[in-house]
Every structure is written in structure tokens, then in C-alpha cells.
């Protein structure tokens, strides 16, 4: 194998490897978006006891502070 054919062999390993890392890398990011938010969702919608809250009993001061704290806990 010549100099320029090793140079050329080694970008396109180089070129596969960063297509793959990237692929791989937005689809674990997706999939981490995804079960954050589903851990917000149930969480954020459903009281301690997993029942869903009624949401027009609850101050508004009172949302925003769940809201906050349920969106901390998923960061």
C-alpha cells in the first residue's frame, strides 16, 4: 500500500467513523429527549399518588412552582 492510498484508506475510515458517530449520537439524544419528557408528563400531570391533578383546583402560583421543580428534576 502506497503512502497516498494509505492516506486516502485512513480519511475514509475517518469520514465513516464521524458519519456513525453522529448518527448514533443524535439517536440517543432523541431518545433521551423522548424519556425526559415522558418523566416530566407523568410527574408534572399526576399528583405523588400517580392520580391525575385537577388542574383547576390548583393556584396558579402553585403550577408554575410543579412545573418548576419537575422540569429541574429531568434536567
Known amino acids: 500500500m502506497t503512502k497516498d ?3 486516502d484508506y485512513a480519511s475514509e475510515m475517518e469520514n465513516e467513523l464521524y458519519t456513525l458517530t453522529n ?3 443524535k439517536k440517543k439524544f432523541k431518545e433521551i429527549h423522548s424519556f425526559a419528557s ?3 408528563k407523568k410527574k408534572f400531570w399526576n399528583d405523588e ?3 391525575p391533578r ?3 383546583r390548583i393556584e ?3 403550577i ?3 412545573f418548576k421543580k419537575y422540569k429541574k428534576e429531568v434536567r
Open 64 to 66: 408554575e412552582i410543579l
Open 49 to 51: 399518588k400517580g392520580i
Open 38 to 40: 415522558e418523566v416530566f
Open 5 to 7: 492510498e494509505f492516506v
Open 23 to 25: 448518527s448514533q449520537l
Open 60 to 62: 396558579e402560583s402553585e
Open 54 to 56: 385537577v388542574w383547576n
